[in-house]
T-cell receptor
Framework: DAGITQSPRHKVTETGTPVTLRCHQT?????MYWYRQDPGHGLRLIHY???????DKGEVSDGYSVSRSKTEDFLLTLESATSSQTSVYFC???????????FGSGTRLTVV | AQSVTQLGSHVSVSEGALVLLRCNYS??????LFWYVQYPNQGLQLLLK??????LVKGINGFEAEFKKSETSFHLTKPSAHMSDAAEYFC???????????FGKGTRLSVIA
């Protein structure tokens, strides 16, 4: 989507390997979020950030870590990938909650 | 904590028929409510939002939703379905206290010619 990009778009990785997904924004929005989307579960929050070096856990944070050293970048790391982390990962940005979110196009991750 | 329930994981309507997608929420404080649409292999797009102004909210592509506090509902409607409306729709809630959106599990809308 305009102003927010995710990389890579697709990735296949092996169980036990570390993986980092990147979310980059050009909107200078304060808030950034990582969600995962799985059939039957909708979108579930992994981690979120309210500013540089200000992050917090969501409902499914186990096995994931994040970093935000610059306003424009929010990185999601799977420390040691497992098959249960096969999913589509979405990044979102927001000026504030009442504006709603702008979503990236997603990263499809397959762990084999 | 807030939560969202979307009734019906799959809804099928004929082209030209009324679209009704149901969303009920739970929130201990006045909520912000949103509907998003996701087309295949794409991210989510904001359809409309309720942020405590008018209870009937109009969005893009002819969709609208009505906030009913007494029923804790925010159902999405469109008078006449079009083939291009086929997508997955998500309802989401925020409790206005700077907490992230909580999404429902989604409803897939199919439109039959």
């Amino acid at each position: 989507d305009a102003g927010i990009t995710q990389s890579p778009r697709h990735k296949v990785t092996e169980t036990g390997t570390p993986v980092t997904l990147r979310c980059h924004q050009t909107e200078n929005h304060r808030y950034m979020y990582w969600y995962r989307q799985d059939p039957g579960h909708g979108l579930r929050l992994i981690h979120y950030s309210y500013g540089v070096k200000d992050t917090d856990k969501g409902e499914v944070s186990d096995g994931y870590s994040v970093s935000r050293s610059k306003t424009e970048d929010f990185l999601l790391t799977l420390e040691s990938a497992t098959s249960s982390q096969t999913s589509v990962y979405f990044c979102a940005i927001s000026e504030s909650e009442n504006y709603g979110y702008t979503f990236g196009s997603g990263t499809r991750l397959t762990v084999v | 904590a807030q939560s969202v329930t979307q009734l019906g994981s799959h809804v099928s309507v004929s082209e030209g028929a009324l679209v009704l997608l149901r969303c009920n929420y739970s929130s201990s404080v006045p909520p912000y409510l949103f509907w998003y649409v996701q087309y295949p292999n794409q991210g989510l797009q904001l359809l409309l939002k309720y942020t405590s102004a008018a209870t009937l909210v109009k969005g893009i592509n002819g969709f609208e939703a009505e906030f009913k506090k007494s029923e804790t509902s925010f159902h999405l409607t469109k008078p006449s379905a079009h083939m291009s409306d086929a997508a997955e729709y998500f309802c989401a809630v925020s409790d206005q206290r700077n907490t992230p959106l909580v999404f429902g599990k989604g409803t897939r809308l199919s439109v039959i010619a």
